[in-house]
C-alpha cells in the first residue's frame, strides 16, 4: 500500500468517535498543561497512564501523544504574557515573546505563535508519514546486536543533551539502567536488586518512577518558590490580528524552523529543546538587524514555535519504527505501548498498521483541533495563569497518588511515588537531569536482553558487536561520543583557572 491508502485506513480509524474523543480530551488537557508554568506533559501523562488501560492500544495512544504536542501549542502562552515559559521547549519563546506583549503586541504574537504551530506540526506530520516506512524498511536488516548499538548510541547522545556537566548526564543513564535491571532475571529467573520486596518481583513501575521524579520532583522544588501572576491585557479580538509585515517577516522563519525541528526531532535523544535553540540561533544568524532579536523580533517568535511543533511530530519516528524514544515524553509512550501490548520496532507498522497510520490521521485531526480551539481559548488561558499554585499543587499531588493507586490497588506503589519524588528532588539539587535517567530505565531492559541474546548468538564472542557494519559503525561513534563528553566536560576546567587567576592579578594590580 501506498502513503495516500495508509492515510485513508489511517483517517477510518481516527475519525472514529472514540478517537476522535480521546483526540480532543487529550489535546485540551495538553493545552491546559502546556500553559502552567512549570508542569509539562510528563506530569499529566503519568496521572492518565493507569486510566489507558482500561482503553484500546489505538485510542490510548491517540489521547497521550494529543496530551503531548497539545502541550506544544499552550506553552507559548506564559512565556509571552507571564516570561515564564509552561515547558523547558517554550523557554526561546520568552527571549521575543515577552518584549511583544510588553509593547502591547501579545494579541499578535499570541496568534502567530498558533499559526507557526499549526505549520510546523503539519510540516512534521508529513515527513513522518514519508519517512516512517523507509526507516522501518532499513530497521528490518537489525539484528540483537544492531539493537544493542543502537540503543547505546541513544543513551550516550541523551547525555550530550545535559547543559551543566555531560559526566552527569552519563551518571543519570546509568542510574536509570541500574534502575531498570529491577526486578527477576529474563533467563535465571532469580530475583534482583528486590531488598526482599516481592512487590518488586515484576521490576519497578513505569508510573510511579515518572510521576514521582517529574511530577513530585518538580513540585517540591517549586512549591517554596513565589510567583506573582501579574495582570495581563484585555485580548480581543482585533489586537490578536497580526500586521502584514508580521505576516511577510514569519514564513520563511517558520519554514526553515519547521525543517530544523523535524529533522532533530528524529534523532533520538534530542527532542523539542534542543531545535527551538539551534531554530532561534539560525535566525538571529541570518538576519539583517541581529539585534532586534530580544527587544520583540516576531521572527524570534515564529521560528522556534515551528521547530517545536515540528520536533514533537517526528520524535514518533525512532520511537515507533526502532524502539528508541527520542525524549522522556517519548520514552513514557513507548512504555505505553508495551504496557498494551505492542512492541515497537520496525514489525508496528505491519503487524499493528491500523494502530500506527490511525495516529499519523489522528495528528492531522488533532493539531485542527488545536488551531480551532487555542485562538478563541487564549482568554481562558490567560485567566487559568491567576490560579495560586497553593491550590494547584495540592490538586495535581491528590491526583497523582489516586491515579498510582487505581493501578494495582497497592499502597507500595504511592510509596514508591513519594521515594523516588524525594530521589528526584535530590538530583535537582546536585543539579543531575532527571531525563537521561527515565530514558535509561525504559531501555535498559531491551538492551540487557539483545546484549545477551548477542553473546549467547556468538557463544560469547564480544567482537560480533564491531563485525557488521551498521552495530560496527554504531559502536565507533558512541566511543567518539563517549570519549568527547569525558575530554569537554574537564578539559575547560583546566584551561579556565589560569585566565581566573590572570584576571585577579590584573584587577589587584589596577588597585
Not at 496521572?47 to 506553552?75: E, F, H, R, V
Not at 555531560?166 to 529467573?189: A, E, F, H, N
Not at 494495582?408 to 535537582?428: E, T
Amino acid at each position: 500500500m501506498n502513503i495516500f491508502d495508509n492515510l485513508l485506513m489511517g483517517f477510518g480509524v481516527a475519525l472514529s468517535w472514540e478517537a476522535l474523543l480521546y483526540c480532543f480530551i487529550g489535546v485540551t488537557l495538553g493545552t491546559f498543561i502546556g500553559v502552567l508554568p512549570g508542569l509539562g506533559p510528563m506530569v499529566t501523562i503519568g496521572m492518565l497512564l493507569p486510566i489507558t488501560y482500561y482503553l484500546d492500544p489505538t485510542s490510548a495512544i491517540i489521547m497521550l501523544a494529543g496530551i503531548y504536542y497539545g502541550s506544544q501549542y499552550g506553552n507559548s502562552t506564559a512565556s509571552i504574557l507571564l516570561n515564564l515559559p509552561g515547558t523547558s521547549a517554550g523557554a526561546v519563546t520568552c527571549l521575543d515573546g515577552h518584549p511583544l506583549a510588553l509593547q502591547g503586541r501579545a494579541g499578535s504574537a499570541l496568534f502567530m505563535t498558533t499559526i507557526a504551530s499549526f505549520f510546523g506540526s503539519c510540516f512534521g506530520i508529513i515527513v513522518l508519514a514519508s519517512l516512517a516506512p523507509v526507516l522501518a524498511n532499513f530497521a528490518l536488516q537489525f539484528g540483537p546486536t544492531e539493537y544493542f548499538a543502537l540503543m547505546l548510541l541513544g543513551l550516550i547522545a541523551a547525555a550530550i543533551l545535559v547543559r551543566d556537566s555531560l559526566v552527569r548526564g552519563l551518571v543519570s543513564v546509568l542510574l536509570g539502567l541500574l534502575l531498570g535491571l529491577v526486578g527477576t532475571d529474563i533467563y535465571s529467573g532469580s530475583p534482583r536488586f528486590t531488598f526482599g520486596f516481592l512487590k518488586l518481583s515484576d521490576g519497578i513501575g513505569l508510573v510511579p518512577i515518572a510521576t514521582g521524579v517529574f511530577g513530585v520532583a518538580l513540585i517540591m522544588a517549586n512549591a517554596g518558590r513565589h510567583v506573582v501572576n501579574g495582570s495581563t491585557e484585555k485580548l480581543g479580538w482585533r489586537s490578536m490580528m497580526p500586521g502584514p509585515g508580521d505576516v511577510r517577516r514569519s514564513i520563511l522563519p517558520m519554514f526553515r524552523g519547521a525543517s530544523i525541528g523535524s529533522i532533530l526531532g528524529m534523532l533520538p535523544g534530542a527532542g523539542p529543546t534542543i531545535s527551538t535553540f539551534i531554530a532561534y540561533a539560525t535566525e538571529k544568524k541570518i538576519a539583517r538587524d541581529p539585534s532586534r532579536f530580544g527587544r520583540g523580533a516576531i521572527e524570534g517568535v515564529a521560528a522556534p514555535e515551528a521547530s517545536n511543533n515540528a520536533a514533537s511530530q517526528t520524535g514518533f519516528v525512532p520511537t515507533l519504527t526502532l524502539g528508541v524514544p527520542g525524549d522522556p515524553v517519548m520514552a513514557v509512550m513507548l512504555g505505553a505501548l508495551m504496557i498494551h501490548g505492542v512492541p515497537p520496532g520496525p514489525m508496528l507498522l505491519v503487524d499493528h498498521a491500523p494502530l500506527f497510520w490511525g495516529l499519523v490521521a489522528s495528528f492531522f485531526i488533532g493539531n485542527l483541533l488545536l488551531l480551532i480551539l487555542n485562538i478563541p481559548l487564549i482568554g481562558l488561558w490567560v485567566q487559568l495563569l491567576k490560579v495560586p499554585y497553593g491550590l494547584l499543587y495540592p490538586m495535581i499531588i491528590s491526583f497523582v497518588c489516586i491515579g498510582v493507586y487505581s493501578i494495582n490497588n497497592s499502597v507500595f506503589d504511592v510509596g514508591l511515588v513519594m521515594a523516588f519524588g524525594l530521589f528526584g528532588y535530590m538530583m535537582l539539587l546536585l543539579s543531575i537531569e532527571p531525563a537521561p535517567m527515565l530514558l535509561g530505565f525504559i531501555l535498559a531492559p531491551m538492551i540487557e536482553e539483545n546484549f545477551r541474546r548477542s553473546l549467547i548468538l556468538s557463544r560469547g564472542d564480544f567482537m560480533t558487536f564491531v563485525e557488521t557494519p551498521i552495530s560496527g559503525g554504531l559502536i565507533a561513534l558512541s566511543a567518539l561520543l563517549l570519549g568527547w563528553i569525558i575530554i569537554s566536560d574537564f578539559y575547560p576546567k583546566k584551561t579556565q583557572v589560569p585566565n581566573q587567576d590572570a584576571g585577579k592579578e590584573n584587577s589587584g594590580g589596577q588597585d
